[in-house]
């Protein structure tokens, strides 16, 4: 379970995630939802100890992230969007290893964990190639394997679909629920409101940092009145721009 308690970041006069409170359960797949500059990524990077908050805090599995954040680290895989972080040099699979041994991973565990992603993901053609001259969907997969290769319980991915093609895309949301069934709690952001809806059990929609609406697609729709999740989701916003 995932507790977030007054979570608040301030980037100078800035704030940027605006007390949020609520709580994720295990097994959820949960989305933030929100446009973009909302907060979703900043929330995220708090969660995953990348950055501190400025006030509030969260607890992940009965762990504050203010007082633990290596125990934290172990529990989650993170998957950011924006850099891929890959060493271009290095083969998909060298980077994955790479990646493996920092979490302790035994050799024969890694090679276990590796073939069957590979095969899963179908990354047969270029998981022996060097990186660096993958396309943006390669990439992306690779980094997607490698978030995952410690099969942490929480997951954190920040828009895990952006720059993948319709076909790569399915395959993370088939991933992506195939870890809900194996009990993983998995948190995404996306601006999305079809990915959401496909995937999500429960969607916080956040606007300026602050947490404007929370539940299930149904209840979000059935408590403001809407005709439909984005009807909502427009009128949430666009009222408090
Ligand atoms: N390092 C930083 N320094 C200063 N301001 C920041 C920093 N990171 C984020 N912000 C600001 O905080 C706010 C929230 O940004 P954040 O990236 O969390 O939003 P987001 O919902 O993830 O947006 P997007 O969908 O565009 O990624 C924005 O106003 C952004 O400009």
């Known amino acids: ?32 939802l929100g446009e973009n500059g909302a907060g979703k ?6 969660l995953a100890t990348m950055i501190k908050p400025s006030h509030g805090t969260a607890i992940i599995d009965g762990l504050d992230i203010t007082k633990e954040p290596e125990k934290v680290r172990r ?18 699979r060298e980077n994955i290893e790479y990646f493996a041994t920092l979490h302790d991973m035994k050799k024969d565990e890694i090679k276990k964990r ?4 590979v095969e899963r993901f179908q990354m047969q053609e270029f998981i022996d190639k060097p990186a660096g001259k993958f396309s943006k969907g390669m990439k992306q997969k690779v980094c997607f394997v490698r978030s995952i290769i410690h099969n942490p319980d929480v997951m954190l991915f920040d828009e895990p679909t952006n720059s993948l093609d319709v076909t790569s895309a399915k ?15 998995i948190i995404f952001s996306s601006h999305t409101m079809s ?22 697609i149904d209840e ?7 005709a439909s999740f984005e009807d909502v989701f427009i009128r949430l916003v666009g009222d408090n721009r």
């Open 75 to 92: 529990k989650i895989g993170i998957l950011f969007g924006s850099e891929s972080g890959l060493y271009s040099r290095l083969t998909a």
């Open 220 to 226: 979000i729709k059935q408590r403001f009145s809407g």
């Open 195 to 216: 990915e959401v809806e496909k995937l999500c059990d429960r969607v916080a929609i956040i606007h300026k940092g602050s947490l404007m609406a929370i539940g299930t």
């Open 114 to 117: 590796i073939d069957e992603l």
């Open 1 to 32: 379970m995932i507790e977030l308690i007054e979570l608040t970041k301030d980037f100078g006069k800035v704030r940027a995630v605006d007390r949020l409170s609520f709580t994720i359960n295990k097994g959820e797949i949960f989305g933030l």
């Open 171 to 185: 395959e993370v949301h088939d991933f992506i629920r195939l870890c809900k069934q194996e009990g993983r709690t």
């Open 41 to 46: 990524t900043t929330t995220l990077r708090m």
